[in-house]
């Protein structure tokens, strides 16, 4: 599996990741690994609404 090293995090969003990992009871990894999923899915759903909705 690939990795990805991402420098200079602001450190309110260190703090949120932080946060959210302790929320979901994973560790940093798994929590941004989630939240990028699920953003990005919930993007794609976006652009297929508005897709759909231009037909």
């Given amino acids: 599996?690939?990795?990805i090293t991402i420098h200079g995090?602001?450190?309110k969003l260190d703090k949120k990741i932080a946060e959210k990992?302790?929320?979901?009871?994973?560790?940093q990894n798994k929590t941004i690994k989630y939240l990028l999923q699920n953003t990005l899915l919930l993007?794609?759903?976006?652009?297929?609404?508005l897709f759909m909705y231009q037909l």
């Avoid at 993007?43 to 609404?49: G, T, V």
């Fill in 1 to 3: 599996m690939k990795s």
């Fill in 9 to 11: 995090i602001d450190p």
């Fill in 21 to 27: 990992s302790l929320e979901y009871g994973l560790s």
């Fill in 43 to 49: 993007m794609l759903s976006w652009i297929l609404r």
